[in-house]
């Protein structure tokens, strides 16, 4: 009994090793055979993505108008009949979202008005560009040009002639180590956020329904001057200067004083200069 019961644990030993190795080779197989069918797909697809099919045959760009269509193109390398996936090369991103990021980079960097750009696969053959643009807000002299800066404060472009553009103009920035397409360097940067703090305040009064709508100073600021923060400075019409003094002091009182002179105490030939620095209530001084 003894013996029979040895061999027949014996035999149920091997045959659950028999039944493992198969299990085994069967993995093994499935494993081999899920390799095979995931190169097989993969050179598939590599196929037909270097395929004829994938060849560029059109280029579409929309939200530019700064630049014209050839010149948005000409910086991405995109070429109508190149492939597109050659084009790319092995950019795994640009791969799984159908877009081109290099193109998308080349566009903001060489592009200065351009904010943002994206570059997609519109399957199988053609492109969409799509840009969205800085626009100029103010202009700033530099070096006997005029720079264009928009309201975060990149350096768009440098003008010899800006009375086209009907925009106000900021004096005080240094543009140290500033280049087109970059935002302003910090110092500059505080000064051109008290810039827009007191165009803010400007606006606010001027919007206020209890005033007039002909009598905005907003529409005759010539300029602002930002180079001392407790002395900032504007131009109105060209012949009346004023000091509002410390730009935290920059509000409501001062400038209603100031629409008040300017507008109904002062005639249209009156030139001269206003210093709020010493007093809420300055007095004018004309010009001699």
């Excluded at 190169?39 to 196929?47: A, Q």
């Excluded at 807000?137 to 010899?160: C, H, M, R, T, W």
């Excluded at 629409?259 to 001269?272: P, Y």
Aim: with cysteine.
């Amino acid at each position: 009994m003894k013996k029979k019961h040895r061999r027949n644990e014996i035999s149920r030993e091997m045959d659950r090793k028999y039944k493992r190795k198969i299990r085994k080779r069967k993995r093994i197989l499935k494993f081999v055979r899920f390799i095979l069918l995931t190169v097989l797909s993969l050179l598939t697809i590599v196929f037909l993505a270097l395929s004829p099919l994938f060849n560029i045959s059109a280029i579409y760009v929309s939200g530019n108008s700064n630049y014209n269509n050839n010149e948005i193109i000409d910086v991405t390398n995109l070429i109508i009949g190149n492939n597109w996936f050659r084009t790319n090369g092995l950019d795994l991103k640009s791969i799984l979202l159908f877009r081109s990021i290099q193109a998308e980079k080349s566009i903001e960097e060489k592009c200065h008005y351009v904010k943002k750009a994206t570059v997609r696969l519109n399957i199988p053959d053609g492109v969409n560009i799509t840009v969205t643009e800085r626009q100029p807000y103010v202009i700033s002299p530099y070096s006997g040009a005029n720079l264009l800066i928009d309201v975060e404060g990149y350096i768009l472009d440098s003008k010899q002639e800006v009375s086209d553009y009907n925009l106000p103009v900021i004096h005080g920035l240094s543009f140290d180590n500033s280049r087109l397409g970059q935002a302003l360097n910090a110092e500059d940067k505080k000064k051109f956020d008290m810039y827009k703090m007191v165009v803010e305040e400007i606006n606010a009064l001027d919007n206020d329904k209890v005033y007039d709508s002909d009598k905005a100073i907003y529409n005759v600021v010539d300029y602002i001057d930002v180079t001392d923060w407790d002395n900032i400075q504007i131009m109105l019409d060209g012949r009346v200067r004023v000091n509002l003094g410390n730009y935290k002091k920059i509000g409501n009182y001062r400038l209603s004083f100031l629409r008040e002179i300017f507008f109904n105490k002062l005639d249209e030939t009156d030139k001269g200069y206003l210093d709020f620095t010493t007093g809420d209530a300055p007095s004018f001084i004309p010009d001699k």
